[in-house]
């Protein structure tokens, strides 16, 4: 009886981890329709910046533009934009993400280069410390579904290390978003900007949708339309002063892309292992069900043996 009692008690506390499980799911599905959304409110502002960076690229030689965001400069340290979650739950995303910055950490200092961290998240500002990395700006914190304030703060901070020389190159490893089941740690050059990679790129949107009772994503090309300014037009200011107040909003509109990216592959990632774990629990559940059905049936034999003998002997 005491065995039947433990089994009883163990399917009881697998029911109620599936139960949280299960709801911790449904809350990050939640949570990526909300980082979808955030995706596609941020777009038009994104499409009307890249339309004017493209129409000014037409209009001036950028290579020749003597812009503090645009000067290529012999590189001694670089800081390492390193983005992960604040917690945990949520399968190999922040392992896979920290790993990265390290093995990008040890190719630097193979080059002979100095490099600093700036990191956004718990987990690798944990990971980190404890391995006395040298950190210049750490953030945690920040919403579920990042907004251009928490960017804004963060482009500031690395502008400030690039234009005091501090640093000479800052690069981005953050997680691209590609589906429910997958991401990807990239690495990007972020500052100094190059005239190439201010030009206009087709893009997509994901989008979280429910098919045959689960969940999947559709993803959706979009173009950015491009517009040659007229050669005739006349600039209230100085094309090249333009340039140099939009190009501080570009950078942030490229780092708040990848925190948004960054966000929906976490919440991706733990919806992925909270259901991983839903079906582990439904399964271990079977499990013991089986085992407690075998234990009761064998008691019951018992008993009944003891009853039958207990009959014979009185007979």
Known sequence: MS??????????????????????????????????????????????????????????????????????????????????????????????????????AAELKEQGLKYTFVIVGRKAIQYFQRRNEPISAKYTGLEQIPTAEESGKIADELLSLFFSDTVDRVELIYTKFVSLISSKPVIQTLLPLTPQGLEVQDDEIFRLIVRDGSFQVEREAVSSPKVDFPQDMIFEQDPVQILDSLLPLYINNQLLKALQESAASELAARMTAMNNASQNASDLMKSLTLSYNKARQASITQQILEVVSGANALG
Do not use: H
């Open 3 to 104: 065995n039947l009692k433990a089994i009883r008690d163990r399917i009881d506390s697998v029911k109620n981890t599936k139960k949280i499980t299960e709801a911790m799911r449904l809350v990050a599905a939640a949570k990526v329709r909300r980082a979808q959304e955030q995706v596609t409110a941020t777009r038009p502002f994104a499409d009307a910046l890249a339309q004017v960076l493209y129409g000014l690229q037409s209009r001036l030689r950028m290579e020749e533009t003597d812009l503090p965001l645009l000067k290529q400069r012999d590189v001694n340290t670089v800081a390492l934009l390193v983005i992960t979650g604040d917690r945990g739950l949520c399968g190999s995303y922040n392992s896979s993400i920290i790993k990265k910055a390290e093995q990008r």
